[in-house]
Nanobody
Framework: QVQLVESGGGLVQPGGSLRLSCAAS????????MGWYRQAPGKQRELVAS???????NYADSVNGRFTISRDNAKKMVYLQMNSLKPEDTAVYYC????????WGQGTQVTVSA
C-alpha cells in the first residue's frame, strides 16, 4: 500500500531555513509527478511545489524563489528546501503525488516564529 513519511519540520525563526524529506513506498515512484502540500490552521490544504517525472518544477506564487523541490528516484525520496521562511509559511507539510492519492501521511509541522 502507499506510504508517505514526511520529516524535517521544526521551529525556525523568520528568515531561517529547513529541509523537508519524504520517503515514498508502495507505488512505482518514478512514474508519478510529486508535490509538497501544506495546511495551515483553519485553511484548506494547498499545493506549494511540484516536480514532474522529468524534473520540471512548479511553485505557488507565495513560495516561488524561496522553496526548491527535488526528487531522487533511486531512493524514492522527495525533498523541499525552504529558505527565507516567513511566519505565514507555518503549516503542516505533506508530500503526495500530483494529483494526490487518497492516502495522506502524517505530515511534518513547520512553525516559523520569533
Amino acid at each position: 500500500q502507499v506510504q508517505l513519511v514526511e520529516s524535517g519540520g521544526g521551529l525556525v525563526q523568520p528568515g531561517g531555513s529547513l529541509r523537508l524529506s519524504c520517503a515514498a513506498s508502495g507505488f512505482v515512484f518514478s512514474i508519478y509527478a510529486m508535490g509538497w502540500y501544506r495546511q495551515a490552521p483553519g485553511k484548506q490544504r494547498e499545493l506549494v511545489a511540484s516536480i514532474t517525472i522529468g524534473g520540471f518544477t512548479n511553485y505557488a506564487d507565495s513560495v516561488n524563489g524561496r522553496f526548491t523541490i527535488s526528487r531522487d528516484n533511486a531512493k524514492k525520496m522527495v525533498y523541499l528546501q525552504m529558505n527565507s521562511l516567513k511566519p505565514e509559511d507555518t503549516a503542516v507539510y505533506y508530500c503526495n503525488a500530483k494529483p494526490a492519492f487518497g492516502y495522506w501521511g502524517q505530515g511534518t509541522q513547520v512553525t516559523v516564529s520569533a
